[in-house]
């Protein structure tokens, strides 16, 4: 192909997890409708299901793991593996694509907890752009501790960054109060700042006008773009025909859920989801089912295969009353969107979060780790659209604690209502000329620029 013609060929290389696959997904259709070519690289052996549209080729590289090594793979382990299995492999592929299989590779955008891509895009003489897949608020507190900012571990009773307002021990991620709990899992965190300041974009999965100070606190280091909420579009601006999923799933959801709901009265159903990583106590699951039996009301309670063993016996089988549904598994996103739904207990993933503030469902945050804990601090005292819940003394949410937070939410207006506004923004920024949309195509005018 002539070079004047040449349509620029973006390689997405996503961490292999369900909640990194999803936004970089929905990102790469987002680019593929402003004419950019796509090519989406995963480890072999990661998905169950790919459906996307056909401007995105998935295409397979190595971390020097398979399906059934991968899943107890040390977190320090597999990305030390990763990085040198993930460098070559991914190097051969530029090469191959370049060769006539998709077209010379102009651009690596890469997940920031991959540093090494921006290596590769280096090395290929190639763009090089980082993607955040946590919010703008949560990548301030690891960047601080990057720079030195802030020493770990952090004990005192509260912490003032820049572009965040105070925060508790409860209210910072997990692996900044206490790292030695999950060996690794900081030195990942912190690493993804890596030459990130030479990257010549650094996107993230929210919305500037969700955390504004924030944004404008790490743009003085580095080109940070809010391009979120990278959710299907249908569920937002509807701008791209038939994006009505992400298309990519590493699990495979129950089909009865819809069915079950449609049967449900107007903001009647409590859902229940902790995602695709978090693993309950069996008393963190009997407080759980006991509180969801207390408020009396419908709910839909998402249990991993490999977390039902811990249900209380016969629960999903029927000593619920009637009133529930559990299921290993489900269109989160369909769940959300549907009128039946009042309100979401969650662990307060990003993704998880994003979704429902897209959606307008208020919230009850129970995090588990990670970022989850800043995340349910802007749930409930920034956008106050839910609560959080208190943990006791042994740092389990208990069955009075989480039946009264539920019934709070569920009651609460002006959270509905603030929920309703965030719906609003979300969709707006997506929407054509909105803030995200226009540093999508800022970067696609970039990319544009650089093949011509």
């Not at 955040?132 to 030195?148: I, R």
Request: with cysteine; proline share 5%; glycine share 8%.
């Amino acid at each position: 192909m002539d070079k004047k013609e040449h349509k620029p060929h973006c390689l997405i290389l996503p961490y292999p997890s369900q909640g990194h696959i999803n936004p970089l997904i929905q990102f790469s259709k987002r680019l593929a409708h402003k004419g950019i070519t796509i090519t989406f690289a995963v480890p072999q052996g990661v998905l169950v299901s790919s459906a996307v549209n056909a401007d995105i080729a998935v295409e397979t590289i190595s971390d020097g793991y398979n399906a059934a090594t991968r899943a107890d793979a040390d977190p320090q382990e597999y990305l030390a593996s990763f990085k040198k299995a993930g460098t070559e492999s991914t190097s051969r592929l530029i090469e191959e694509l370049r060769e006539g299989r998709g077209g010379a590779v102009d651009c690596v955008v890469y997940d920031a907890f991959l540093p090494w891509g921006l290596a590769v895009a280096k090395s290929k003489g190639l763009f090089g752009a980082a993607f955040f897949t946590q919010t703008s608020s949560v990548n301030a507190v690891y960047y601080s501790v990057f720079k030195g900012l802030l020493k770990v571990p952090v004990s005192e009773r509260e912490t003032v960054l820049p572009g965040l307002p105070p925060l508790g021990v409860a209210d910072l991620p997990s692996f900044v109060v206490d790292p030695e709990k999950r060996p690794g899992m900081l030195e990942l965190l912190v690493g993804q700042f890596e030459g990130v300041e030479d990257s010549h974009f650094v996107f993230v999965n929210s919305v500037y006008e969700l955390e504004e100070e924030a944004n404008e606190w790490m743009k003085k280091s580095m080109s940070v773009k809010t391009i979120g909420p990278a959710i299907p579009s249908i569920y937002l601006d509807k701008r791209l025909q038939h994006d009505t999923n992400y298309g990519l799933s590493m699990f495979k959801p129950d089909d009865t859920c819809m069915k079950w709901l449609q049967q449900r009265p107007p903001k009647s159903v409590i859902y229940v989801s902790f995602g695709s990583i978090a693993k309950l106590e069996e008393r963190e699951m009997e407080e759980l089912a006991t509180a969801l039996k207390l408020t009396g009301r419908h709910f839909l309670w998402v249990v991993r295969s490999s977390e039902a063993s811990k249900l209380p016996a016969n629960f999903a089988g029927g000593a619920s009353g009637g009133k529930g549904l559990v299921v290993p598994w489900c269109s989160q996103l369909e769940v959300l969107a549907h009128d039946a739904v009042g309100c979401f207990v969650t662990h307060c993933g990003w993704n998880s979060t994003l979704e429902a503030l897209s959606l307008g469902v208020p919230m009850v945050g129970v995090p588990w780790w990670s970022d989850q804990s800043t995340n349910a601090k802007f749930v409930a005292d920034v956008w106050k659209v839910g609560v959080r819940a208190c943990p006791d003394e042994e740092g389990v949410v208990g069955r009075e604690e989480l039946a009264r937070c539920v019934e709070c939410v569920m009651e609460g207006e002006e959270m509905r209502e603030n929920a309703r506004k965030w719906k609003e923004l979300a969709k707006g920024a997506a929407d054509e000329g909105g803030s995200s949309d226009r540093n999508i195509h800022e970067f696609v005018s970039t990319l544009m620029g650089g093949v011509k």
